[in-house]
């Protein structure tokens, strides 16, 4: 026991080891590739493919390359997504070596925050392994987009450092506070609900000063809160950027099908208070982990069950708890604390999100967990005083540990390969959530050019689950596209068109897709009003999403207007819409003009943006044909 405390205690060796752990059970993610929402932000981006274009990223949207609406701004994230690409090009390794970097340096964090705060090195150090290794991690971690919780925890811990050292360096604690407003500001720009992170941050300040407050009164609580009007600094130039990029504060719940939307506050909590036995779950085993939280797999209407009783007994329990801890364990008040506010903004109470879970929303309140379990670890093994405890409870505690730990970090490193491709991702789903319609839609996606018979065969399985499936009707259209099915295309897109809702839904570039598509079939049946009337609208959804801009390419040329196409591709490039995809149009359209060597260079420069883009390689193979004796 005296040997564990004394490495406990020493000032390097804690937090190496708790680094050396998460590269370990996180190295697998190296072999991983773009999966999920990484497709659309980083490879069908054309906002990150130059470093000049930075600049431009504090004024714009998260998803502005691709669609309007969303409300969601993080510019930060995204300039280190430009970085990556500069390095990296499009190979997904640098990007899944950033976010471990990134994991690691928040394993440190919280080891430091437990120490600058005297929590005994043991607790600290079993606190940072916990974090280090929890599943629930693993979306945050592996899919590389998952970095804006990573950034906004990395800042937040600037912030959070600055402010600490502020304390201790009273002669310069101006500049320290310029510092940790400026951390502050930066974690915002990484993610949206960091902006609850200096309310944590002066929970922790008045547990550390508990004693003088309660006995000062009113003068003490205030010289402990003042200072915090540092980081109402950093909303002004934060408030102003939003504005400027036309990015609102409202949540755009009311357009994405978030049946939460219209629910009165009381019975959002109502809700929430059934899902937060998911929170919890997910929090203390970390399995099974699921891509995507909605109404399909979660009960969101404000109705009193078993439930939404035992979740509100726990969220009660715990706030009771966190109250009457107070004077014996502040530290257990602190963690509650945390918890519950770092959850605050994306808890759908305040006001409904699109979603209502993301495992990747529980990366930074996990922190609160690994406090408690390490807490609890401590106490059973008698290891809060100098004095050595009896072997047999030392025992016990340390085996806990381990099993913990072991049973995590094998949960996290069998769940990172799940995060591999969509394939395995959506595999995964389909096994733990089966009457979703997610994974039959995303699984047929990724067999639609390789096995045709099989997506088609998903697509049905998703439209048996729920019938209006909107990615599920998407994806077959596109599919009786491809096999030359066009009136079973023109009916399925047709009904779709005319079952459009009349408001402007967040899914704006899936709307442009489906207009788009549309005017292909009107196209290739001879309507050529019509089909421009689509491409028209297809254009006004995604006026900067390649797929939508491709088929509407597509659909000039199959209107025998090949010069349109050619100019719609060109304005595309002109954008910044630089892709693959765009680029390899381009080239077909120009060789159906007999223009062989301008042709050439755009599949070359597809293949450039992406060395495996099949379609490029094999034009050019066409183009350059091997020599034959």
């Known amino acids: 026991m005296v040997n564990i405390q004394k490495f406990a205690a020493y000032r390097h060796w804690p937090w190496l080891l708790a680094v050396g752990l998460a590269g370990l059970v996180y190295a697998n993610t190296l072999g991983n590739g773009f999966t999920y929402d990484d497709t659309p932000i980083i490879v069908n981006n054309p906002t990150i493919r130059s470093l000049a274009d930075v600049p431009r990223l504090f004024l714009a949207g998260y998803w502005d390359h691709q669609q309007d609406g969303g409300n969601n701004y993080r510019p930060l994230l995204v300039t280190t997504l430009a970085v990556d690409y500069a390095l990296w090009g499009l190979r997904p390794v640098g990007y899944h070596l950033t976010n471990l970097i990134l994991h690691a340096a928040n394993t440190v964090w919280v080891w430091w925050l437990l120490r600058c705060y005297h929590a005994a090195p043991w607790l600290a150090l079993l606190a940072a392994l916990v974090f280090a290794v929890h599943p629930v991690h693993t979306e945050a971690v592996a899919n590389v987009v998952g970095r804006a919780e990573l950034l906004g925890m990395c800042f937040g811990g600037l912030m959070w450092w600055g402010w600490v050292q502020a304390r201790w360096d009273t002669e310069r604690a101006g500049w320290w506070r310029a510092l940790a407003a400026a951390g502050y500001l930066a974690a915002m720009l990484s993610k949206e609900n960091m902006v609850v992170l200096p309310a944590a941050l002066?929970?922790?300040?008045?547990?550390?000063?508990r004693h003088r407050l309660w006995r000062a009164g009113w003068p003490a609580w205030w010289a402990t809160t003042r200072p915090f009007f540092w980081l109402v600094i950093p909303w002004l130039p934060y408030a102003g950027l939003r504005l400027v990029s036309q990015q609102g504060f409202q949540p755009t719940g009311a357009l994405s099908g978030n049946p939460m939307y219209a629910q009165t506050l009381w019975e959002r909590l109502v809700t929430m208070a059934g899902v937060s036995l998911e929170w919890y779950r997910l929090v203390f085993l970390g399995f099974p982990l699921k891509p995507w939280y909605d109404a399909h797999n979660l009960a969101l209407t404000p109705v009193w069950s078993w439930r939404t009783g035992l979740g509100g007994l726990v969220t009660l329990g715990l706030v009771v708890g966190a109250v009457a801890a107070v004077r014996r364990f502040p530290l257990l008040t602190f963690a509650v604390g945390f918890w519950f506010i770092t959850l605050a903004l994306v808890s759908n109470i305040i006001a409904p999100l699109w979603t209502p879970l993301g495992e990747r929303w529980l990366y930074v309140p996990s922190v609160a967990y690994a406090i408690a379990v390490a807490w609890v670890l401590v106490r059973l093994g008698g290891m809060t005083s100098q004095q050595p405890a009896a072997a047999w409870r030392v025992g016990v505690s340390v085996g806990m540990a381990l099993v913990l730990f072991i049973g995590y970090a094998y949960g996290t490193s069998r769940r990172n390969l799940d995060w591999q491709s969509d394939w395995r991702l959506f595999t995964r789903f389909l096994e733990t959530d089966p009457q979703h319609p997610l994974p039959y839609t995303s699984l047929a996606h990724a067999w639609q050019t390789t096995d045709p018979a099989q997506a088609r065969a998903y697509y049905e399985q998703a439209l048996a689950r729920v019938p209006n499936f909107f990615l599920a009707l998407l994806g077959l259209a596109q599919l009786d596209l491809r096999e030359g099915r066009i009136e079973a295309a023109h009916a399925r897109l047709g009904q779709m068109v005319a079952a459009k809702p009349p408001e402007v839904v967040p899914t704006d570039a899936d709307w442009g897709l489906v207009h788009a598509l549309y005017a292909r079939t009107l196209a290739l049946q001879g309507d050529t009003a019509h089909a421009l009337e689509q491409i028209a609208e297809a254009r006004r959804y995604g006026p900067r999403d390649a797929p939508t801009l491709t088929s509407c390419a597509i659909a000039y040329v199959?209107?025998?207007q090949p010069a349109e196409a050619e100019s719609?591709?060109?304005?595309?490039?002109?954008?910044?819409?630089?892709?693959?995809?765009?680029?390899?149009?381009?080239?077909?359209?120009?060789?159906?003009?007999?223009?062989?060597?301008?042709?050439?260079?755009?599949?070359?420069?597809?293949?450039?943006?992406?060395?495996?883009?099949?379609?490029?390689?094999?034009?050019?193979?066409?183009?350059?044909?091997?020599?034959t004796p």
């Open 568 to 627: 719609l591709l060109r304005e595309a490039l002109d954008l910044g819409v630089d892709t693959p995809t765009i680029r390899f149009n381009l080239g077909a359209v120009l060789l159906r003009q007999g223009r062989t060597d301008e042709a050439e260079r755009h599949f070359e420069a597809a293949l450039r943006l992406d060395p495996d883009f099949a379609p490029a390689r094999l034009a050019l193979d066409r183009l350059r044909p091997a020599d």
């Open 558 to 560: 199959n209107l025998g």
């Open 202 to 209: 002066w929970l922790a300040e008045v547990l550390r000063a």
